[in-house]
């Protein structure tokens, strides 16, 4: 009876510790995020994303999203605040464009992850043709942005008829 008592002892501390541990596994790096989201910085959603602990996890993918909506954001302020066109200011943009890039790797298919990441690609690309027209840079460059950023948009409402960035739904 003793040794019964003590095995179901032993077994319920196992579960316990494997619940709370798979408990934690399953949140980590969700409160760091939180806390990028609160900084609004594209550096803090990098710290998430490039997490060795966390690479091959839900959060990462989101964070790398995250960051690649910051540094959009940014970019596209600065495009309309430069309108010299000032080869400079494309870092943002091509920041925002390795990010959502990431995030489309890792992102599972047919997920708001997906869909998001795709409409802001489409949008990046079509920020670094417009930039690319007010600079020196070549017409053939412009016109293969634009091109990408067509297959982007296509891919998304092809794969997300219903999606609240479908304009014609």
């Known amino acids: 009876i003793v040794l019964a008592i003590s095995a179901a002892i032993a077994i ?49 993918a989101w964070a790398h999203l995250r960051a690649a909506e910051r540094y959009l954001e940014t970019g596209i302020q600065q495009s309309l605040e430069n309108r010299e066109g000032e080869r400079g200011l494309v870092s943002d943009l091509d920041e925002a464009r390795k ?23 489409g949008r990046c690309l079509e920020t670094m043709a417009g930039v690319n027209q007010r600079t020196d840079a070549a017409n053939s460059e412009t016109a293969d942005l634009l091109a990408e950023a067509v297959k982007a948009y296509e891919k998304l409402l092809s794969e997300y008829p219903d999606s609240a960035y479908n304009q014609k739904r």
């Open 12 to 60: 319920g501390a196992a579960a316990m510790f494997w619940n709370r541990t798979s408990s934690a596994e399953k949140t980590a790096g969700w409160t760091e995020l939180r806390a990028a989201v609160t900084a609004r910085s594209a550096e803090k959603f990098l710290e998430v994303a490039e997490d060795e602990t966390l690479s091959k996890k839900p959060v990462s």
């Open 99 to 121: 990010n959502f890039d990431l995030a489309l790797e890792a992102a599972p298919a047919k997920s708001n992850l997906q869909e998001r990441a795709l409409y802001g690609l």
